[in-house]
Each structure stands twice: as structure tokens, then as C-alpha cells.
């Protein structure tokens, strides 16, 4: 395979646009996770009383000296914007709840290794793609609607754990196959370098620009929608389309790439090696 992939640029403009969709699909993954650790986050409060004493937090203490919890609070925004907890009153009693959002999104991100781990076999690398980062952006965007309704984010955040990892880890896997062995290395530096960004970038926006918990998701969003946009200009994995016995699609994928990278001669005296080539794969 080295042979045929030196024979259509090797590390040509194709890969190079292959990069730059692992780079936005890493940085896609760590900005939406950054994004729900910081909507998660418990803002200053002080209770509402009603000028009755209170005992902290989260107790007031009635005229006859009973104890009773707090059910409204004024939260102090001066330091930190809104988040989805202070809107959804997840303190005191619920305060419980972002945690269990945090674990059913790691449970869904372990489901989802399954699934998609399964649907990558059955039908093939560019699919499996478009279907994860699909169910990610439906799970982003039902962050933002009922809010109050802590079963709902709880499925909302499950779907987008399912998907969290896959929309970055498989355009990796996919742009490694296109590249020679000498740059194999390339895709994974990619990855480090976007991440890092995200955790680097998306703190600076919470602390200085961003005013409220949903601007985060909504940024989240439009980077999910750029990946979508870009999928169908993808190509098939050919280690899938070798052991599906797709020889024509293959083929179609090569020299797809081989014109794109200015290879157009190679690929004219490619063909005769090539199709014998694809000939010994399923033989």
C-alpha cells in the first residue's frame, strides 16, 4: 500500500485537508466537553429568606425557631456567568445532579465505543462518522431546551457522550490510512495540538467573553455543523472497502485523491498494477 499511496502524492493537498478535518474534529471534542464542565458549574449564591434568619446556604430558620430548606437563592454572577445550574436551581438538596450528568455522559461515551465500534464494521468509516457526529449535534442542542426537566439534560448529555470520542478518534483513524509511513505521525500530532488549543481556548472565552452558559453551547453547536458540512467531501476508509470487496469504490477513492493531489500521469500508469493489485486483495 506504501507503494500506491507514494504513486498518488503520498503527503499531498488531499491529506493536508484531512488534517485540517482531524484538527476541527479534536477541537470540536474538547470545546463541547470544556463546554458542559463550565455550564455545570456552581455559581456564588446566597439564600432568599424573605428576612427570616439563615443557616447557611441552603437552611433558613422560621419564627419558630423550625428548620427549613431554602427554595430560592440570588446567585452572584459578578465573577462567573449563568450556568445551566444556577438556571435549573441544582444546589443544596440537588446539588448531586452534575454529577450524575458527568457519569451518564462517561457511561454514554462508553456505550457508544460499542456502537460505533460495530457500525464501523458494518457500514464503514464515513458513515459511522455522519451518524456520530449527527446524534452529537442532536444532544447539544437539546442542552438547551428544558432545562428544568433533569431527566431531559440527562438524555441529552447521554447522547452526547455516546458520540464524544468517536467524532474525533475515527477521523484520525481514517486520515492515518492516507498517509505514507514516514508521516503517520502527523494525524496524531494534530490531535494533541487541537485539544490543547481547546483546553487553552475555551477557558479564556468562559472567563472574559462569554456571558451565559448557552453561548458556549451554541458555539459547540456551530462547530459540530461545520464537521457535518465537511463529511461528504470524506473518503472511505480502504481497509473497509478491501474487506467488503468493494473494488470499484476503491478504486474511485484513489483516484479521487491521486487528482486532487496533481498525480493525474501516475494514475494513467497505475492502472494495469493497481487493478492486479486489488485482484490479490480478494483472492
Excluded at 484531512?18 to 484538527?23: A, D, E
Excluded at 446566597?46 to 446567585?75: H, K, M, R, V
Excluded at 450524575?100 to 460505533?116: D, E, M, P, R
Excluded at 500530532?189 to 452558559?213: E, R, T
Amino acid at each position: 500500500m506504501e507503494e500506491f499511496l507514494l504513486k498518488i502524492g503520498g503527503f499531498g493537498r488531499y491529506q493536508g485537508f484531512l488534517m485540517f478535518f482531524v484538527f476541527v474534529t479534536s477541537f470540536t471534542c474538547g470545546s463541547n466537553y470544556y463546554s458542559q464542565v463550565f455550564s455545570l458549574l456552581e455559581p456564588p449564591k446566597t439564600c432568599i429568606s424573605d428576612g427570616l434568619n439563615t443557616q447557611g446556604e441552603c437552611l433558613i430558620l422560621s419564627a419558630n425557631n423550625d428548620t427549613l430548606e431554602c427554595s430560592n437563592w440570588s446567585y452572584n454572577y459578578s465573577d462567573q456567568f449563568p450556568t445551566l445550574v444556577s438556571e435549573a436551581n441544582w444546589v443544596c438538596e440537588q446539588d448531586i445532579r452534575p454529577q450524575i450528568i458527568s457519569t451518564v455522559f462517561w457511561i454514554g461515551n462508553a456505550i457508544g465505543s460499542l456502537i460505533f465500534g460495530i457500525s464501523n464494521d458494518l457500514l464503514g468509516r464515513k458513515k459511522t462518522i455522519f451518524i456520530s457526529h449527527l446524534i452529537y449535534l442532536i444532544g447539544t442542542i437539546m442542552t438547551l431546551f428544558l432545562t428544568q426537566v433533569y431527566t431531559f439534560q440527562l438524555l441529552a448529555r447521554l447522547l452526547v457522550g455516546v458520540s464524544h470520542h468517536t467524532i474525533s478518534h475515527l477521523p484520525y483513524l481514517l486520515a492515518i490510512e492516507f498517509c505514507t509511513e514516514k508521516t503517520r505521525v502527523v494525524p496524531l500530532l494534530i490531535v494533541m495540538i487541537s485539544y490543547s488549543l481547546s483546553s487553552i481556548i475555551l477557558p479564556i472565552l468562559s472567563a472574559f467573553y462569554i456571558q451565559h452558559w448557552t453561548h458556549l453551547v451554541y458555539f459547540s453547536i456551530s462547530l459540530i455543523s461545520l464537521n457535518i458540512l465537511i463529511i461528504p467531501l470524506l473518503p472511505e476508509s480502504l481497509s473497509w472497502l478491501a474487506c467488503t470487496r468493494n473494488k470499484d469504490e476503491f478504486i474511485k477513492v484513489f483516484h479521487y485523491i491521486g487528482n486532487i493531489n496533481g498525480y493525474d500521469k501516475e494514475l494513467a500508469s497505475l492502472s494495469s498494477s493497481f487493478l492486479l493489485f486489488v485482484v490479490i486483495i480478494w483472492s
